[in-house]
C-alpha cells in the first residue's frame, strides 16, 4: 500500500521556503518565479541552439555522431568542468574571497565490444586545477571549504583495469585508485561542497592514503555473498605523496616508513519505511607515525567507522525526494592522532522546488587528539579542540549537462584561527 505525502510535501515546502529567506532570499513565490525565469531561458536556448541541446548529455553533444562510434567500440570518453566563487564574509583569519576551476576529464573502455572480454574494463582519469585557497588565506580551518580545491596543478589520478562477475556481484580492480572512491562514502552527502562530507577526517587528517586528488598503487575485491550484503577489502600504498604542483600523480611510496594502508568494509541494504544502507569499515596503516604525547615514532594507526544513509522519499514514485544520512568515526589511539572523533549528519530534498534541483542542510563536528593539541600549543600554534561546520547549499539543474550550485557554511571555532567564519559562494558544473 502506497503512503501519499501531500500534507508532508506542503509542510516541507513552507519549511524549506523559509530556511532559503535568510540563506538565498528565496520564498515560495520567488521558487516559482525562479522557476519561470528557468522556463523562459530554457525555451530561448531550444529557440537558438535546438531542443536537443538542452537535452543532450554534455556541452558538446555527440560529436557529429562521433560519440556513438566510439560507445560502439566500448569507448566512453568524458570530461567536466567545475568553477567556483567563496567568499569568507566574516570571522576566520580576514575577509576575502577565492575562485578555483577543476577539469576532470578521462576514458572509460569496456573491452567487451571490441575484443569479447565480458566484464573486463579499464578507466583513466586527470585532474587539472588552478585557483585560489579561501580555506588557507582567510578562513584558517582544518576541513577545508571547498572539496575541489588542491595545491596540484595537473595529475593523472585513477589508472585501473576492473573485472566483474555476475552483474557486479564480485568484482576486483587493481592499478593505481583512491580509497575514497570506494569506502567511507554516503551517496546523500556527496551533495554538500566542505571536504569533511567527503573522505572521513580520522582519514584524511590522519594518515597518507590515497584520497582526492592523488590516487596510489592498490587493489580491492568486492563480493556479494547473500542477498543485500557486501563485503569489500583494499589494499593501497601508504603515501599518495605530496600535493604540490610537480607531483603528476607517480609521486607515491610504500613499504618503509609509509607502509601500506589496507580498509575493509561491510555493508547492508534494507528496505523499511524507504530503503537504505547500513556501512561498517576501518583502516590500519602501517607506516610511521609521531605519538604526540612521547615525541617519538611509532608503526600503525588505525580507525573505525560506522554510516548510515537512508530514503524516505524516491523521486520516481513520490512527488518529491528525501534522504539522510549519518556517520561516525573514532581512532582508537588518541596519542597518534590529529583527528581523534568524528560525526557528521545532513538532510537532503530532491526535486522540491525545480525538477531535479537539490536541496541539503548538513552538520559535522571534528575532534582534535588531546596530545596533538597540547603538542600544537607548546610549539607555539594555538589551535581549537574541535571544530563545527554547518552547511547549507542548493543545487539546480539547468540542462542536463549542466548545474549551479549556491552554498552558505557556517565554521564554528576554526581550527587555526579560532574565529567563527561566515563563507557563501556559488559553483557551477558543466558536462563537457
Not at 538565498?24 to 523562459?40: N, P, R
Not at 573502455?109 to 588557507?136: C, I, M, Q, R
Not at 577526517?201 to 557486501?230: C, D, K, Q, R
Not at 600535493?243 to 528496505?271: C, I, K, L, M
Amino acid at each position: 500500500m502506497k503512503i501519499r505525502f501531500s500534507d508532508y510535501q506542503l509542510i516541507a515546502r513552507q519549511i524549506i521556503s523559509s530556511m532559503m529567506i535568510g540563506f538565498a532570499g528565496m520564498t515560495s513565490t520567488a521558487a516559482e518565479e525562479t522557476s519561470q525565469g528557468l522556463a523562459a531561458e530554457s525555451t530561448l536556448i531550444q529557440n537558438a541552439f535546438g531542443k536537443d541541446f538542452i537535452n543532450q548529455s554534455g556541452l558538446t553533444g555527440d560529436w557529429w555522431g562521433a560519440g556513438q562510434t566510439l560507445e560502439k567500440w566500448g569507448l566512453s570518453p568524458f570530461a567536466t568542468l567545475t568553477g567556483e566563487f567563496l567568499a569568507n564574509a566574516s570571522g576566520g583569519i580576514d575577509e576575502g574571497s577565492a575562485w578555483g576551476g577543476l577539469l576532470d576529464l578521462g576514458m572509460e573502455v569496456n573491452f567487451e565490444p571490441s575484443l569479447g572480454l565480458e566484464g573486463t574494463s579499464f578507466f583513466v582519469n586527470a585532474f587539472a586545477f588552478h585557483g585560489n585557497d579561501v580555506s588557507g588565506n582567510y578562513v584558517g580551518d582544518f576541513n577545508v571549504v571547498s572539496n575541489i580545491f588542491t595545491t596540484t596543478d595537473f595529475n593523472v589520478f585513477n589508472l585501473y583495469l576492473k573485472q566483474s562477475f555476475q552483474d557486479d556481484h564480485y568484482w576486483a580492480k587493481a592499478g593505481q585508485i583512491a580509497a575514497d572512491d570506494d569506502f567511507m562514502v554516503s551517496d546523500t552527502a556527496l551533495l554538500f561542497m566542505n571536504s569533511a562530507f567527503g573522505p572521513l577526517p580520522t582519514e584524511s587528517g590522519n594518515v597518507a592514503a590515497p584520497i582526492y586528488p592523488l590516487a596510489a598503487p592498490g587493489a580491492l575485491a568486492y563480493i556479494e555473498p547473500i542477498e543485500g550484503w557486501y563485503f569489500q577489502t583494499a589494499v593501497y600504498a601508504g603515501d599518495a605523496g605530496p600535493a604540490t604542483p610537480s607531483n603528476r600523480g607517480f609521486d607515491w611510496r610504500a613499504g618503509g616508513s609509509a607502509g601500506v594502508a589496507w580498509f575493509a568494509e561491510t555493508g547492508y541494504h534494507y528496505q523499511l519505511a524507504g530503503k537504505g544502507v547500513l556501512k561498517a569499515g576501518g583502516y590500519y596503516a602501517t607506516g610511521e607515525y609521531q605519538n604526540f604525547a612521547t615525541s617519538q615514532t611509532e608503526r600503525g594507526f588505525g580507525a573505525f567507522y560506522g554510516i548510515i544513509n537512508h530514503e524516505f522519499l524516491d523521486t520516481n514514485e513520490d512527488a518529491f525526494g528525501l534522504s539522510v544520512f549519518g556517520r561516525a568515526s573514532l581512532a582508537p589511539e588518541e596519542e597518534l592522532a590529529t583527528v581523534y572523533a568524528y560525526v557528521d549528519a545532513g538532510i537532503k530534498f530532491d526535486s522540491l522546488f525545480l525538477k531535479d534541483d537539490a536541496f541539503g542542510v548538513a552538520v559535522s563536528n571534528t575532534w582534535f587528539g588531546n596530545d596533538y593539541v597540547s603538542d600544537s600549543r607548546q610549539n607555539g600554534t594555538s589551535v581549537s579542540d574541535a571544530e563545527t561546520i554547518v552547511e547549507v547549499t542548493y543545487q539546480i539543474l539547468i540542462t542536463e549537462w549542466a548545474a549551479i550550485q549556491p552554498d552558505f557554511q557556517w565554521i564554528i571555532d576554526p581550527h587555526f584561527s579560532q574565529r567563527n567564519a561566515v563563507v557563501a559562494g556559488i559553483r557551477a558544473s558543466i558536462n563537457l
